[in-house]
């Protein structure tokens, strides 16, 4: 069965580098989504990707993070200047059409700032 | 502002008993719900989903039933097994231009030998 593969599984980082977590979602689907986990709370929504453009970002999704599409098959999540805070892990997601159909998901990148 | 919500945070079950785990949301206007289920490690697995014009889903061992009344759902699991043991998620598809998911905060499933 297809599924959306993250890599790496674990990204340590120093505070104030840049980290770029990849994904590459299922062949035919056409929404992207990234979501966070911080440890013992709730996923969070990040941001929603479609027809090379953001769709909706949340409010955490601030000027330090970007995504890209660089070719016909990677997602990219880029931070820019990582803090403390950012540890997490953060899920790529993907779905194939719009309405009730479900997003899939991998299985995320660990991320820790040192 | 809109939440969903599971009632307990975790849940013991003997093992071949039926597990039953519920969840509560908010907004009137949802029309879309899956439940997910995430084992240590990886990340949320689709189980079932159920759409807002039907009250009950069947699959595998699973059953997901809708109480718009109410705005409550639950996902029961039959006949559980020691590979149910996970942290369950019960998930808002939200009307929108792309539909995030709202997800609520999981339930623990504990099988009990």
Known sequence: EPEVTQTPSHQVTQMGQEVILRCV?????????????????????????????????????????????????????????????????????????????????????????? | GESVGLHLPTLSVQEGDNSIINCAYSNSASDYFIWYKQESGKGPQFIIDIRSNMDKRQGQRVTVLLNKTVKHLSLQIAATQPGDSAVYFCADQSRGRDDKIIFGKGTRLHILP
């Open chain 1, 25 to 114: 979602p299922i062949s035919n689907h056409l929404y992207f989504y990234w979501y966070r986990q911080i440890l013992g709370q709730k996923v969070e929504f990040l941001v929603s990707f479609y027809n090379n453009e953001i769709s909706e970002k949340s409010e955490i999704f601030d000027d330090q993070f970007s995504v890209e599409r660089p070719d016909g098959s990677n997602f990219t999540l880029k931070i820019r200047s990582t803090k403390l805070e950012d540890s997490a892990m953060y899920f790529c997601a993907s779905r194939k059409d719009r309405g009730s159909q479900p997003q899939h998901f991998g299985d995320g990148t660990r991320l820790s700032i040192l």
